[in-house]
């Protein structure tokens, strides 16, 4: 029996959603399994090389022009098929549903900068920044767990990752101790613990888990974070806020509480998924006209997970 | 920090004993040495003065990736051949399409070759290295990295 909405969760989206076609379509789509999206390890295997390889098993497609690392397995797979195929214990492929790899690619890291990933476990995001940057430059990634740091270092280790410093440390103290040490970083991603509303297509658990105080706290928890993380990046930087739910809590409140406390703007993300823009109001709150820059991913758009990118830049030192 | 630098002194023997063993010369990596006998490799540009800086201000749970252990020589680790194999030179071991769906598996090879380290490759995949005594190789695929099922 198929999980169901619950009622104020069912509430919600709707607002999120007026149009009843529209709610209609997320309401059929989050009850469908994810594509089998995976993307090219470049720091082990060329792009082309990969797809011709696999397309002698497989019907791959790259969807998405300018981003051939990006590759689509177009069939019905078996259970843990991609996760078995020689390519993956190879470390050549990365399997990672689409919406998630667009974090990355707001961020846009360079080989040579000095990155920070401050939520780094199990690493998809991670071993995707290394890769665009070539393996050069600096990636600090950290994660609290020592269980997520097991699972992060072993993706990292697949994928070839040399250019890594892995740290154990809770986000926001680390980003006080990095910041009181006067370590600025050119690009932050903060990929924060959310709710998981976009991820109910990979974890229908999350219908049952769903609890508004959840939302609630995670909002209060994620400002902290980024209150802290934007103390450690330089003038001028990119730093990189996403979710994967569509609570407007986690997502627009938390940017327009930086717009309201910080030097920052928001940069318009240009992805290769349809993007809606951020809302500017929810409920009784009012959020900085700004927050229309921000990029809502909803699954009935690109038949994907639903998903939250925005991009900050640093304009002045904050004192 | 449970690593330290490898010294000027402990890197040149490194190197060379990258040279001998797989023709290797150009690493332009920092190298570390685990508390486990494991050597790592880090390509990033902090130097090992700004590592420890980061150190002192935080719980480093690795730096760079696994490299090789100082085992029959120098065996590099299963990940850093796909990284460098293309400048390896010497010690390939060549196994045809089913040899190399058993080493996958984990199993060792009876296969008669030089005593010591060999760098094992099918087509244009290295798979790790293995030791032979001569008589057998010996694998050391990491379990995760295994075929579990079907061969593919």
């Known amino acids: ?319 | 920090m449970n690593a330290h630098f490898l010294s000027a002194h402990e890197r040149k023997q490194l190197l060379a004993e990258l040279q001998r063993v797989y023709g290797v010369d150009d690493v332009p990596y920092l190298f570390l040495e685990t508390n486990k006998e494991r050597l790592r490799a880090f390509s990033g540009d902090l130097t090992r003065e700004e590592i420890m800086e980061i150190d002192e201000i935080a719980r480093i749970e690795l730096v760079g990736t696994y490299f090789a252990k100082p085992e029959y020589g120098l065996r590099l680790s299963f990940d850093m051949m796909q990284l460098i194999g293309k400048k390896i030179s010497k010690s390939i071991l060549e196994l045809t399409e089913e040899q190399a769906h058993e080493w996958m598996r984990g199993n060792g090879l009876a296969l008669e070759s030089e005593k010591g380290i060999h760098v094992i490759k099918h087509g244009e995949d290295f798979l790790g290295c293995g030791y032979s005594d001569g008589q057998k190789l010996w694998n050391f695929v990491p379990k995760e990295r295994r075929i579990r099922t079907r061969a593919r």
Not at chain 1, 196 to 223: A, D, Y
Not at chain 1, 279 to 286: A, C, F, G, L, P
Request: net charge positive.
């Open chain 1, 1 to 319: 029996m198929p999980y169901e909405m619950k009622p104020l969760f069912e509430e919600r989206m709707k607002m999120l959603m007026p149009d009843k076609e529209d709610f209609d379509a997320f309401n059929t789509i989050v009850h469908t399994g994810p594509r089998n999206f995976i993307r090219c390890n470049t720091l082990k295997m060329s792009p082309e090389h990969l797809l011709k390889r696999l397309r002698k098993r497989w019907n791959v497609v790259q969807p998405f022009s300018g981003y051939p690392e990006i590759m689509l397995v177009e069939q019905a797979l078996g259970p843990g098929e991609l996760g078995s195929a020689m390519e993956h214990l190879l470390g050549y492929y990365y399997i990672q549903e689409i919406s998630s790899m667009m974090s990355a690619l707001a961020l846009d890291p360079q080989p040579g900068e000095l990155v920070l990933d401050l939520c780094a476990s199990p690493g998809s995001k991670t071993t995707q920044i290394a890769a665009r940057m070539e393996n050069r430059g600096t990636l600090l990634a950290n994660d609290i767990k020592l269980d997520r740091i097991k699972i992060l270092s072993a993706n990292m280790e697949r994928c070839g990752v040399m250019n890594s410093i892995v740290t154990r440390e809770d986000a926001v103290g680390l980003c006080m101790r990095l910041a009181k040490r006067g370590w600025k970083f050119d690009r932050i991603l903060l990929d924060v613990p959310c709710s998981g509303e976009g991820t109910l297509r990979s974890s229908p658990k999350t219908f049952l888990m769903w609890n508004i105080k959840v939302v609630q706290n995670l909002s209060r928890q994620q400002m902290k974070l980024l209150a802290n993380a934007l103390k450690c990046l330089k003038v001028g930087g990119t730093l990189v806020y996403s979710t994967c739910t569509h609570a407007p809590e986690e997502n627009e409140a938390v940017i327009h509480f930086a717009l309201e406390r910080f030097p920052v703007k928001v940069e318009h993300v240009k992805l290769p998924l349809r993007c809606r823009p951020g809302v500017t109001s929810w409920k009784d709150e009012r959020y900085d006209a700004a927050v229309e820059q921000t990029c809502r991913i909803y699954p009935q758009d690109n038949d994907t997970e639903g998903f939250f990118v925005s991009r900050l830049k640093l304009l002045k030192e904050i004192e």
